[in-house]
């Protein structure tokens, strides 16, 4: 798939809550090209300081505009510098990257499953599907966090008319408890569904199981370092099973980051 290195242009910088933004940038070549579950690999400076560009899963993509998104929290010096960027400056942007989420179509139900900054590229998956569901068909968004005020893309998610269940680990709304919890209770309706989740490897793994047992298809967006994003450093290799009953390992930033959950490997 055809990637481009280009220097974006900030548009638009949204703070959507304490030390979280979305960074909105004009570089249409990718935002015409851009599919849910891919990702851009972004330095905010010209400079090769910070050395290594950090991954961040798109948001949005609006190709008619030229403009895609990103969703980040500031937590390191890298992203207080990302957070530092003014409208009309540019962020240096490879992309886009990676594999992609792949509607099951033979899905009553569409179960996206989301934890915490995991949101981002289920909201762009959402905005995608929903459009083309059919006459029965379903949308049911599972949002998880360990607090209200870092869920992400609750809005956007009612917004298409979906059904959205929230879990946080303190209580502070929804369902007391983990957005595997919701699963486990959406599963046991009877509807024939397809999972697609992205979030921390840790819950990630907890999904698969769940719906491994259970013969649901999923899809999972897994959590890697990705020094390079292509294929190079294989700084992201996942261990994957092969269909003689090994192992191997694929690249997360190529192969995937978005996987068939019978095939990863759960260590």
Known sequence: MTR??????VVEHRQRA????ELILHAPPIAERATPGQFVML????????????????LRANPDKGVFSVFYSVQSAFTELLSLKPIGTTVQTLGPLGSYFVPVRTARRHILAAGGVGAPPLCFFASR??????AGEQLLILAGARRRDLLVGLDEFRALGAEVRVATDD?????????????QDALQEPIPSAVYACGPNRMLRVVAQICIERGVPCQVSLDAPMPCGTGVCLGCAVKVATPDGGVWYKRACTEGPVFRAEEVVWE
Request: net charge positive; no cysteine.
């Open 18 to 21: 304490t030390n979280q933004y």
């Open 171 to 183: 209580g502070s709304q929804g369902y007391r408890g983990y957005v595997t919890d919701l699963l």
């Open 43 to 58: 330095r905010p400076m010209r400079t090769h300081a910070p050395l290594w560009r950090r991954p961040y899963s798109i």
């Open 129 to 134: 599907l929903a459009p083309t569901l059919q």
């Open 4 to 9: 481009y290195e280009l220097p974006a242009v």
